[in-house]
């Protein structure tokens, strides 16, 4: 089956600086992808939808200026997260569609913590 | 209203026992809908779609029921394993998937 790989899966970071999430599709071409962001006990969290080759679409809430995405190409999307405070520590995952299926193929997630 | 509810439970099950999850959506113009499974600190994983006409996959059953805007998903003969957190997943327009805030379930000895 389809295979979403997205790393790192953890990270530390210090206040004040940027991590950057990947997200592959191994072995599909994904036109589009989308970021989540889950914290305790929550749901899942739409944040944006990554569409390659043009502006991500952000929820409502989601500052854009802060989580940026890029989607460059048809197999990677990142997420960066610009001045990371404590309250960005969540999980985030990223998933993906293969073609026009409505199944959605998720990555490994990122614990991120900031410190 | 959010637009996908679930009981967070948890439900406390003894192995063997049968449960049974409930959703409901607020969007009627939603078009697929899914259970996924998620255990601690991992992504979810797609259990089953859910369908009108029902769908059965070994101990799971998933039933959709678009007039009342309901979905269900019962697990007979309940394993330690299936201790995660189900959840309840619609997609609508845009192809989004809108998460429930999923339903606990702890098999116990």
């Known amino acids: 089956g389809a295979v979403v790989s997205q790393h790192p899966s953890r990270v530390i970071c210090k206040s004040g600086t940027s991590v950057k999430i990947e997200c592959r599709s191994l072995?599909?071409?994904?036109?589009?992808m989308f970021w989540y962001r889950q914290f305790p006990k929550q749901s899942l969290m739409l944040m944006a939808t990554?569409?390659?080759?043009?502006?991500?679409?952000?929820e409502q809430g989601v500052e854009k200026d802060k989580f940026l995405i890029n989607h460059a190409s048809l197999t990677l999307s990142t997420l960066t997260v610009t001045s990371a405070h404590p309250e960005d520590s969540s999980f985030y995952i990223c998933?993906?569609?293969?073609?026009?299926?409505?199944?959605?193929?998720f990555g490994q997630g990122t614990r991120l913590t900031v410190v | 209203r959010k637009e996908v509810e679930q009981d967070p439970g948890p439900f406390n099950v003894p192995e063997g026992a049968t449960v049974a999850f409930n959703c409901t959506y607020s969007?009627?113009?939603?078009?697929?809908f899914f259970w996924y499974r998620q255990d601690c600190r991992k992504e979810p994983k797609l259990l089953m779609s859910?369908?009108?006409s029902g769908n059965e996959d070994g101990r799971f059953t998933a039933q959709l029921n678009r007039a009342s805007q309901y979905i269900s998903l019962l697990i007979r003969d309940s394993k330690l394993s299936d201790s995660a957190t189900y959840l309840c997943?619609?997609?609508?327009?845009?192809?989004?998937?809108?998460f429930g805030t999923g339903t606990q379930l702890k098999v116990e000895l």
């Open positions: 072995d599909f071409q994904a036109t589009t």
């Open positions: 997943v619609v997609t609508g327009g845009g192809n989004k998937l809108t």
């Open positions: 990554s569409n390659e080759g043009s502006k991500a679409t952000y």
């Open positions: 859910v369908y009108s």
């Open positions: 998933s993906a569609r293969d073609g026009y299926s409505p199944r959605a193929f």
């Open positions: 969007n009627s113009a939603s078009q697929s």
